[in-house]
Nanobody, 115 residues
Framework: QVQLVESGGGLVQPGGSLRLSCAASGIIFSINTMGWYRQAPGKQRELVARITTSGSTYYADSVKGRFFISTNNGWNTVYLQMNSLKPEDTAVYYC?????????WGQGTQVTVSS
């Protein structure tokens, strides 16, 4: 049974930092890509950051230089370090591991940036 356990969300003031984690278990095929998406109220889900096993990364323009994606050595946990947070970063954040066979979604963790 596939489980994705996300943590690290919460309320933070503008300019603050948060670190999201997503631990994956029960995925049979090797994960080749780990991504973080977010969805703000009334908006479509958007890709925030992605990392592949080859080491390549992608960041949305809106988070470049502020957010950083990484994984553990076992490639079953993905992190999203979020710095200099802005109110427009407020959203539910979802992790998205992908194998050659399937893509999976976490349950989402709420990030609220507000003073």
């Amino acid at each position: 049974q596939v489980q994705l356990v996300e943590s690290g969300g919460g309320l933070v003031q503008p300019g603050g930092s948060l670190r999201l984690s997503c631990a994956a278990s029960g995925i049979i095929f090797s994960i080749n890509t780990m991504g973080w998406y977010r969805q703000a109220p009334g908006k479509q889900r958007e890709l925030v950051a992605r990392i592949t096993t080859s080491g390549s990364t992608y960041y949305a323009d809106s988070v470049k230089g502020r957010f950083f994606i990484s994984t553990n050595n076992g490639w079953n946990t993905v992190y999203l370090q979020m710095n200099s947070l802005k109110p427009e970063d407020t959203a539910v954040y979802y992790c998205n591991p992908t194998t050659s066979r399937n893509t999976y979604w976490g349950q989402g963790t709420q990030v609220t940036v507000s003073s």
